[in-house]
């Protein structure tokens, strides 16, 4: 999507702290990061939210729980743990409707999140 703003990020029409990228998947360090570790972990595909995931979408999806996993592990957060979100509408906290994850880690999480 033209305006939107993670769409610009994979562009590289705005800088964004990289972490890792491929041809499906850009993950970058959160502006505001709400602990030790944020990561985005943002789809290149233009989805909204999960709403509007297809069995297309699948593959990736599974790709970005994937890769995940790995970069907790490269960052060492495996054994400690991490958490991993994703926002679904603005009341839910979504900012940016291009569907990404929050990968949060390195300090302690309660539950239920507020």
Request: with cysteine.
């Amino acid at each position: 999507m033209e305006n939107c703003i993670f769409c610009k990020i994979i562009r590289g029409e705005i800088p964004s702290k990289k972490v890792f990228e491929d041809e499906r998947l850009l993950v970058i360090e959160d502006l505001t990061p709400q602990a030790p570790l944020h990561l985005l972990l943002i789809p290149k595909k233009h989805i909204i939210s999960c709403l509007d995931l297809t069995a297309q979408d699948d593959e990736t999806i599974g790709y970005v729980m994937r890769k995940t996993g790995e970069i907790a592990s490269q960052k060492g957060f495996a054994e400690s743990g991490f958490r991993l979100v994703q926002n679904n509408g603005a009341e839910a906290g979504q900012s940016v409707f291009h569907i990404h994850f929050h990968l949060l880690a390195g300090r302690s999480f309660s539950w239920p999140p507020g």
